[in-house]
């Protein structure tokens, strides 16, 4: 799969690519996104990540050009048009911003919305058999408590920030925790924990992004939303990141205590092959 982006569908190299320094994605964050990524060539639940880009869309009151129709016809082009072999795999960040506009937050300035679509190779894998280290940070995202709530917009600041602590820590992910100190997500994932042989995932009360992977974890096996805190953490037998681009990844140690025998464990690698088998089959 080779680098591409596509700007209202028109296809670019991305030394080529380019969009004005008015675009109110640049000046304000005023945009949403979804990240999607491939299978033998054919993309993972396109048909939900329309549909939730859809979804931000309108908690932000902006007008997707074309509707999803149009999306899904922009995604699929830029995909064919990055592949160099058939089952080439690689992943796509989808944007939709306001678009250009003078100066000023008024919503009526911005006239044209932009759909923008960069077509990236797969990063390489996480280390799977390793598993990854995680510290909670316990923050405050830019929608949260807003009308936007629960769209995925673009200003990732809060997370940006938090996964730099989790940086300096040794660690690779930062798990969010909210004003009450329940734990919300990871930076880009869902959390999941498994203790006694029960798998828990935090619900969509406490402000989470309904991650796709995690729908598709949920439907592959059973799982129940709880509320969870770091005691929750610290306590569990095994802890895992789910996300469109990582999958499923075992969390070996949260604040620096280690979880379980500090290697990814048996249900962890269990939901990760039954979600590859899902993610292969959804459309
Ligand atoms: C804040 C947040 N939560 C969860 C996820 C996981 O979502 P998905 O499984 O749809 O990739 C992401 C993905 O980027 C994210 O940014």
Redesign the pocket.
Known sequence: MRRLVSIDGRIALPEDATISVYDRGFLYGDAVF???RTYDGAPCALE??VA?LLKSAKRLRLAVPGGAAAVRAQVLGALAAAREHPTDDGYARVMLTRGAAPLGLDIDLAKAPGLIILVEPLPPPPAYDVGIRAVTVATL?VADGTQAAGA?VTS?LA?ILALADAKAQGAQEAI?LDGRGQVI??????VFVVQGGAIRTPGEEVG?????????VMEAVPVETAALTPADLYAADEIFI????REVVGVVAVDARIVGAGVPGTVTRRVHDAYRARARAAK
Request: proline share 0%; aromatic share 4%.
């Open positions: 979804e990240t999607l939900a990540h939730r995202r995925k990732y997370s969010l997500e990871g930076t880009t994932s869902n989470l992004l309904l991650g796709i992977t995690r729908q598709l789910t996300s469109s681009v």
